[in-house]
Each structure stands twice: as structure tokens, then as C-alpha cells.
């Protein structure tokens, strides 16, 4: 996995006239002997593998205009919470994947489960949340779009991304901690229903959950492309299959067919 160097990203940022263009802020290193911070989030204006390899590359027009994007913002800030906690690298989605190539976007997605499970914390940033404490009732007024929960519960992608981490801290919009998934287990089982003990463990083969329940858990939830609403549960289900983007919800009939394949847990055939 391709990882960002803490430091590198916090130092360029601050000395940003007299950093070189051969800045090196990303660097593949192994998930099982390093230790790093991941980040979960909802995704808006973001900076993608080039602009964050090539910053110092373009113009300065242009780098002001990447610097100034929100999702420019979210990784300085996270990398400067991930410092402060003493990590010193950092994986996040958006800049750590290459997507010009399919083979490194396709394992990306099929070692994905395994990246936040390996992870030493994972940082949500909740960018809809003003409040300095954790939303603990639905709030149609502010999150109406969203089952009057933050955003960030709503999407399909996010649901392994709580629970496959041993630790996760969550952050409002001004990167204030308001709160981790083991003080908050009651809450969270009541937005996604999601029983404590699988929040707890991070674990959903074994007996803790069949097959159906799972799919319950990410039935209302929503994915920008429809293959991510299979792609994003392969890990949960310990599965893999490549990517095909473009074959729509055949997707999901791949997925039920791979589950099929390894398990002999018939409350599939509900879904």
C-alpha cells in the first residue's frame, strides 16, 4: 500500500515556496509491518494521486488552487492530528491509490477491509458536525438528507470502515475529538444497528452475524457507483472478485454468488 509520510506532507505544507519538486510524500511499504493511521470520511472537493504527487510540479496558480480545496485541507489537518498522536504515516483513499491503473485500484478495494483492520487508529471526520460532542439523536433539521444522522453513516463504504478498526476516533468539522467507537458502542448499534459486540471486536465471520443481517446492515446505504454497493462489502464477507466498473448491478450477483461459493450460510438466498 502506498502510504503518506507525516512529516513530509506537514513540513512541504508549511514551507511551501522553498519545497523542491522531488518531495517524496507517499511511499509503498507493507500493512502487516508497518504502523500507520488511517482516515474514513465522506468525500467532497478532493485532491486525488497526482495533485498530491505533483504539487510541487505545477504552477503556482494551480497549486493554490488545489491548496485551497477542502479535501486539501482534510488531509493537512488529519496529518497533523495523526503527528500529534505520534504516527508517522497515514493512508487515505483519495491521494494513496493510483486509479489510472485498474490493477492497483482493484487491489486497493480487495485489501481494503484488511488496511482498516490493520490500521493502529482510524481517524472519521465528520465534516457536517459544528457541535464539540457526538450526535446522540436523530436531527432531521441538520441532517436531513441523511436520515437525520451525519452524513458519514450513510454511505456504503463507511460501514466497513467502523467496523474493521480496533480503534476509531471521531472528529468534527474543526478536527475536535468528540469521541471513540468504544465510548460511543450504545449510540452507534442504535444508528446502525449494528450489534455492540461486532462493533466491539471488528469481527463478523465466525457466528457473529449471518449472511442477511450483514446485508441489512448496509441496505440503506448509498454508493456513488452502483458496483460499490457490492464492492464495499467484500471484505465484511471475506471475499474477492475484480473490479468491473460499467457492469452495474451485476456486481451484486457476483458478490452473492461468491458468498454462495464460501459459505454454507443459506440466509443469502433472502437478499
Known sequence: MRLLDVGV?????????????KTKVLERLDDKTTKYAILSHRWGTEVDYDEMT???KMD??????????DGYQKIVKCCEQVARDGYTRLWID????????????SEAINSMYRW???????YVYLGDVDESTFPTEQDFS???KSNGWPEWFSRGWTLQELIAPKE?????????????KQDLTSTLEDITRIPSEVLRSGRVAGGYSSVAQIMSWAADRKTTRVEDRAYSLLGLFGVNMPMLYGEGSGAFQRLQLEIIRVSSDHSILAW
Open 9 to 21: 506532507v506537514i513540513d512541504r505544507e508549511r514551507n511551501i515556496q522553498r519545497a523542491g519538486p
Open 54 to 56: 505533483g504539487l510541487m
Open 60 to 69: 503556482e496558480q494551480d497549486r493554490d488552487d488545489v491548496r485551497q480545496r
Open 94 to 105: 483519495t491521494c494513496c491509490i493510483d486509479k489510472r491503473s485498474s490493477a492497483e485500484l
Open 116 to 122: 482498516y483492520r490493520n490500521a493502529q487508529r482510524c
Open 142 to 144: 441538520k441532517f436531513g
Open 168 to 180: 476509531v476516533e471521531f472528529f468534527n468539522k474543526n478536527w475536535v475529538s468528540i469521541g471513540t
